[in-house]
Nanobody, 123 residues
Framework: VQLVESGGGSVQAGDSLRLSCVVS????????MGWVRQAPGKEREFVGT????????VHADSVKGRFAISRDNAKNMVTLQMNLLKSEDTAVYYC?????????????????WGQGTQVTVSS
């Protein structure tokens, strides 16, 4: 199973970015997908998740109201729309997948991982 992220970059605080992740090698519609980020010197942090069965979403409190995760099963793609970016959002963002439906806010819930894409926000 391959997960390939794209869309990272360097922006100013208050700007927006849209991350995408394309999945191959597995039936995408049976995967719950998540985004996890890792800032320099910190542990990986859950950002958001969307289930495969009913598209239910959960976002971390730190991004709630600013970020939105969505999926397009026809394109085997999950996206993370990031608005009102802050300097503390600077991190490598990873796309992750699992066939499960529970505890999706936990890093160890995911079986498949992308290589990550860098997001840098300057204040």
């Amino acid at each position: 199973v391959q997960l390939v992220e794209s869309g990272g970059g360097s922006v100013q605080a208050g700007d927006s970015l849209r991350l995408s992740c394309v999945v191959s090698g597995r039936t995408f519609s049976t995967l719950s997908m998540g985004w996890v980020r890792q800032a320099p010197g910190k542990e990986r942090e859950f950002v958001g998740t969307i289930t495969w069965d009913d598209g239910r979403t959960v976002h971390a409190d730190s991004v709630k109201g600013r970020f939105a995760i969505s999926r397009d099963n026809a394109k085997n793609m999950v996206t993370l729309q990031m608005n009102l970016l802050k300097s503390e959002d600077t991190a490598v963002y990873y796309c992750a997948g699992t066939s499960g439906l529970y505890y999706l806010n936990r890093r160890d819930a995911y079986d498949y991982w992308g290589q990550g894409t860098q997001v840098t926000v300057s204040s």
